[in-house]
Nanobody
Framework: QVQLVESGGGLVQPGGSLRLSCAAS????????MGWYRQAPGNQRELVAT???????NYADSVKGRFTISRDNANNTVYLQMSSLKPEDTAVYYC???????????????WGQGTQVTVSS
């Protein structure tokens, strides 16, 4: 059984910063890509950023230059450093991880439970 546990959300003023964390646990052989998505009320879930096991990153245009994704492979953890936050960044943020349980085995995508980020004065 795999769990992805997120932390670090909260209320922050415009222009402020937050750091989200997401730790994967369970009988994991390896984790390929990890990522962050977000969903605002009335909107579809959208990509924020992804990172491969080798450290290659990809960002949504709306967060480039403000958000940084990173990971700690030894601890199966992915981070999202968010700076210069705007009210439109308000959403529930979800992490995901593409996980395999054996060498050359199939890859399964798991999701965290979500953490609320609210940007408001």
């Amino acid at each position: 059984q795999v769990q992805l546990v997120e932390s670090g959300g909260g209320l922050v003023q415009p222009g402020g910063s937050l750091r989200l964390s997401c730790a994967a646990s369970g009988s994991i052989f390896s984790i390929n890509a990890m990522g962050w998505y977000r969903q605002a009320p009335g909107n579809q879930r959208e990509l924020v950023a992804t990172i491969t096991s080798g450290g290659s990153t990809n960002y949504a245009d709306s967060v480039k230059g403000r958000f940084t994704i990173s990971r700690d492979n030894a601890n199966n953890t992915v981070y999202l450093q968010m700076s210069s936050l705007k009210p439109e960044d308000t959403a529930v943020y979800y992490c995901n991880a593409d996980i395999s349980f054996r060498l050359s085995g199939p890859i399964f995508r798991y999701w965290g439970q979500g953490t609320q980020v609210t940007v408001s004065s």
